[in-house]
């Protein structure tokens, strides 16, 4: 989550809630059992319903990119996601006749597929997402899925070409963007996903050796203030002293990865250590050197 909150501006929010219960788990502690979808509108409506007067934009995977999330949104919340090639799409329900009786209508007339919209005319767009920038047929129409016939959608599906990701298809509720902006904000929640999978290979946050309720709420926050903090070091201080490893089979790498980092905090912390014992005589500068190559080879 990004804080602080600017006025006029979107705040991207990755979904982060409280612990999940399978059904079992809840039956066993006798507790209501929702899924994670549910659980997500409910930290969403908490969080707008706190800050009325801002705007907020959330980007997830297609896991909470269905109807039990997009059918419950906050008013002041927009939604990017993605969408499967064969999803159902709608125009916008037309005006009722006058002088007409019966039901009226719900959806408009039907339009193509996601995937389907590939197989026309797309135009070829380069595209800045994931860290690289690559070509891409791309086509993109105001449209409404079956599960929500009131609430335009902007929808976007693209092919990579030359390899890349393939065919995919997004959403967003901001039907008002540009098909290059509902794209690069999708490819944004991969950095929170990187920070997830560092937190937890590096810093233990994935397997903690918790037994009470208290050591669980503490672990996993403590672990991404850790992250966050090693991150901010290396920006302000740790750059000057990174040392980037001669690997000529690894060759597209430019900027150095988390493990980078906290193996560059751990050198420095061992130097400084090491200063302390105030080691005098012949190759005492060498056990220092070599006590750092030591500890950066291990990290």
Known sequence: MELP?????????????RLYLNRKSAAKHRRSYRTKPQLAVEMLTILCGAEKTRRFHVVADSAYGGQSVLCHLPENCDLTSRLLLTARLYDATPPRREGTNGRPRKRGLRLPSPG????????????????????????????????????????????????????????????????????????????????????????????PQGWTKASVERTAPLGML??????????????????????????????????????????????MEVSKMALRGRGARKLATLLENVVAMAA
Not at 5 to 17: D, I
Request: aromatic share 12%.
């Open 5 to 17: 909150f600017r006025p006029g501006h979107h705040t991207f929010l990755p979904l982060l809630f």
């Open 116 to 207: 389907a919209m590939l197989e026309g005319r797309c135009r070829r767009v380069a595209v800045s997402s994931y860290g690289r920038r690559h070509e891409a047929r791309m086509n993109d129409a105001i449209a409404h899925v079956f599960v929500a016939p009131d609430r335009p959608l902007r929808v976007v599906v693209s092919e990579a070409i030359g390899g890349g990701r393939g065919k995919e298809a997004f959403y967003s509720t901001r039907h008002d963007a540009t098909a290059e902006q509902v794209v690069t904000w999708y490819a944004t929640r991969w950095s929170v996903e990187v920070t997830f999978r560092d937190s937890k290979q590096h810093l233990g946050v994935e397997d």
């Open 226 to 271: 850790l992250h966050s903090l090693v991150v901010l070091w290396f920006v302000a201080e740790g750059f000057r002293h990174w040392r980037p490893l001669d690997c000529p089979w690894y060759t597209s790498k430019s900027e150095p990865s988390f493990a980078d980092m906290l193996a560059t905090l751990r050198r420095l912390s061992v130097r």
